[in-house]
């Protein structure tokens, strides 16, 4: 039985920077591409959250409208209807209406 092992060979005609040059190169695009914009993103997130005020019309996470009555540290107390308030969590309000795009009907 004969075994061929073939041998790669590192002086194959290649700079022996490319590799680590390569490394390099895609932690770069992966950089810019996924991290920064997430990043920047989550920064939007967290002020658009620290800016809510009383008044305001939010959505939640689960889909439900409503308008702040109170504002608190970690919470807030949302009207959903005449005299039906809900107290959910900072981190739970998605968005504003205002920012939806609206489905033509």
Do not use: C
């Amino acid at each position: 039985m004969n075994i061929i092992f073939l041998e790669a060979s590192s002086n194959s005609g290649q700079n022996p920077y490319f590799t680590p040059i390569f490394f390099v190169l895609l932690i770069v695009v992966f950089y810019f591409f996924m991290i920064r914009p997430q990043m920047k993103r989550q920064k939007e997130v967290r002020k658009f959250r620290e800016g809510l005020q009383k008044g305001d019309k939010v959505i939640t996470a689960g889909g439900i409208y409503g308008k702040i009555t109170e504002v608190q540290d970690n919470h807030l107390i949302i009207e959903i209807d005449t005299n039906v308030r809900i107290k959910v969590d900072k981190a739970s309000v998605v968005a504003s209406p205002e920012d939806i795009p609206q489905q033509p009907k």
